[in-house]
Nanobody, 125 residues
Framework: QVQLVESGGGLVQAGGSLRLSCAASRGTTNTYAMGWFRQAPGKEREFVAAIGWSVVNTGYADSVKERCTISRDSAKNTVYLQMNSLKPEDTAVYYC??????????????????WGQGTQVTVSS
């Protein structure tokens, strides 16, 4: 069974940085593509970044492409999302996801079967 636990969220001023972590059950990061999504109040869950089981394969939403980096430490069964130059519009609950395919872009969330409980990121102006 795939289990995902996010951490690292918090309150940060605009322009600041955060690193989110997703601790996965053993073997997950070697077997599944891993993704980060976010959901702001009143909005649908949207794709942020993803990394395939082959580490060279990554994808980003246009809104974060120049500011975020997804990475994976398979020895620790952990996936990270480094976020820099944060903006108030980045405020959302951030979710980690796992799936057999790295599906990115609009409406990608429905294609990912496994989810964590989320971690809140709040960016103040």
């Amino acid at each position: 069974q795939v289990q995902l636990v996010e951490s690292g969220g918090g309150l940060v001023q605009a322009g600041g940085s955060l690193r989110l972590s997703c601790a996965a059950s053993r073997g997950t990061t070697n077997t599944y593509a891993m993704g980060w999504f976010r959901q702001a109040p009143g909005k649908e869950r949207e794709f942020v970044a993803a990394i395939g089981w082959s580490v060279v394969n990554t994808g980003y939403a246009d809104s974060v492409k120049e500011r975020c980096t997804i990475s994976r430490d398979s020895a620790k069964n952990t996936v990270y999302l480094q976020m820099n130059s944060l903006k108030p519009e980045d405020t959302a609950v951030y979710y980690c996801a796992a799936g057999l395919k790295m599906v990115v872009g609009l409406n990608a969330a429905r294609a990912w079967p496994y989810w964590g409980q989320g971690t809140q990121v709040t960016v103040s102006s």
